[in-house]
Nanobody, 119 residues
């Protein structure tokens, strides 16, 4: 069974940047889509970004142009570069497998990493 471990969360000021990482172990995810979801306090789960097995990328409208998803299959790791962060980006961010282009689906999840955008 695959295990997913997120890292890179933290506190950042509005307009700042963070890069999240998600390392997979126990199974190679080269042939699987991977992505990121988030859950903010009092809100439902929201798909943020997805990258297909061949590198095509898909983003939620709220983050398009500010966030970039990428993957390094040699490291079995997926990344989320987040720029121009806003207070409304505050959430627990989860990496997951098996996402679809419309940011639904989602198979295995990690434990999450907290991102707080505040001055």
């Amino acid at each position: 069974q695959v295990q997913l471990a997120e890292s890179g969360g933290g506190l950042v000021q509005p307009g700042g940047s963070l890069t999240l990482s998600c390392a997979a172990s126990g199974f190679s995810l080269d042939d699987y889509s991977r992505g990121w979801l988030r859950k903010a306090p009092g809100k439902g789960r929201e798909g943020v970004a997805c990258i297909s097995d061949d590198g095509r990328t898909y983003y939620a409208g709220a983050v398009k142009g500010r966030f970039t998803i990428s993957r390094d299959n040699a490291k079995n790791t997926v990344y989320l570069q987040m720029n121009s962060l806003k207070p409304e980006d505050t959430a627990v961010y989860y990496c997951a497998t098996d996402c679809l282009p419309n940011l639904t689906g989602w198979g295995d999840w990690g434990q999450g990493t907290q991102v707080t955008v505040s001055s």
